[in-house]
């Protein structure tokens, strides 16, 4: 039977993912949710995206991954509606399906990390290695893509959204990945969390214990959030704009903290401390001189750019990165530059390039 009209499509934020509901049942089961109250029941499941690709992104270090596997537990809920009878919550409900998907996907043995993760820091004056996959690296997601509009939801969401946080969890075993996720981060009960994972409190409880001792050894770097309301962190954002597009390094290496690490994912390279930030800048990535950052609504619950560099034609510029700036104390204590921009860019909503 054909699926009701519901508004026509799913659509996720940023780099849009349409799956086309209106049409032929293929796939679906039949009498999955009755017309009347199709509108609804998408509407039901939408409330609940933006958690839900959070929570997808902690488990996987990936935003295109993340948005897939939410997508893929909105069909599955759809196809499984009629069997849902309320004895959980439907957001319960939706977090299992996503875990199960989760898990599915990470049914093997590669993690996600970050450059620091895999090698001692790099000279700066070496060339660039040879790039690696992209499903070597923890990826950034898009503010827009994990929270909420309610300025509360960002404050209790972003820190778990770290960069450093996400790859320290990679470390984990899948299950104990979304039982820490799931008690640490979104503050289930054993009780919730052991019925999402068809597994007993006890259990739930024995390998919280050992993901948090796991996670304590992989020592995620410190790095504190970013308040829109700190006055002090904004002139740290804006002082790096100015800095960067004036490839001032004397400026810009004021800001940085003595132990800063400056990454390239998909190049396993990353150099520390603002000299050596600064020798890089001027050797090998002096092809970023008069640059171009166009800042985003945010990453990671960071601040966050389009970098683009000059094409060689006057007034024309092309992708380069995202840039995530992270912060401790009052300096900037990761430059993260992510150049994978055939993908990064039209997530979030970057043009091909930039003209004067």
């Known amino acids: 039977m ?3 009209a519901v508004s026509g499509f799913f659509l996720s934020v940023g780099c849009v993912r349409v799956v086309d509901m209106t049409g032929d049942a293929s796939g679906f089961a039949a009498g999955s949710a009755g017309e009347a109250g199709a509108d609804q029941v998408m509407a039901r499941f939408e409330g609940h995206r933006r958690e839900l690709c959070a929570y997808a992104y902690r488990m996987l270090g990936s935003s295109f991954e993340a948005e897939d596997a939410v997508q893929d537990a909105f069909t599955r809920a759809w196809k499984a509606y009629d069997s849902f009878e309320g004895r959980s919550s439907l957001r319960s409900w939706l977090y299992k399906i996503t875990t199960n998907i989760c898990l599915d996907m990470l049914d093997g043995p590669q993690r996600r990390a970050r450059p620091m993760d895999l090698s001692g820091a790099s000279d700066p004056e070496n060339p660039l290695p040879p790039p690696q996959p992209d499903y070597v690296w923890v990826e950034p997601i898009p503010n827009a893509l994990a929270f909420g509009a309610d300025p509360a939801d960002h404050a209790s ?63 995620p770097s410190e790095s504190a959030g970013y308040d829109e309301s700190d006055d002090r962190q904004r002139e740290l954002v804006d002082g790096f704009l100015r800095a960067f597009e004036a490839y001032d390094m004397d400026a810009l290496t004021t800001l940085l903290k003595a132990d800063v690490a400056m990454s390239m994912p998909p190049y396993d390279f990353w150099v520390s401390g603002p000299a050596n930030v600064a020798r890089f800048m001027t050797t090998t990535g002096g092809q970023c001189r008069g640059s171009r950052l166009v800042p985003l609504a945010g990453a990671n619950g960071l601040p966050a750019f389009g970098h683009y560099k000059p094409s060689g034609k006057p007034g024309v510029y092309t992708p380069w990165s995202v840039t995530v700036l992270e912060f401790h104390g009052a300096a900037i204590s990761g430059l993260n530059f992510f150049l994978d921009t055939d993908r990064l860019f039209p997530l979030f909503g970057l043009p091909p390039e930039l003209r004067d």
């Open 157 to 219: 969401t972003r820190d778990s959204l770290r960069l450093a946080f996400v790859a320290a969890c990679q470390h984990l075993p899948a299950t104990q990945r979304a039982i820490l996720i799931m008690r640490e981060v979104l503050r289930f009960s054993a009780s919730e969390t052991a019925e999402m994972l068809t597994l007993t409190p006890a259990s739930v409880n024995s390998a919280l214990q050992r993901a948090r001792a796991t996670i304590s050894k992989a020592r």
């Open 2 to 4: 054909p699926l009701p």
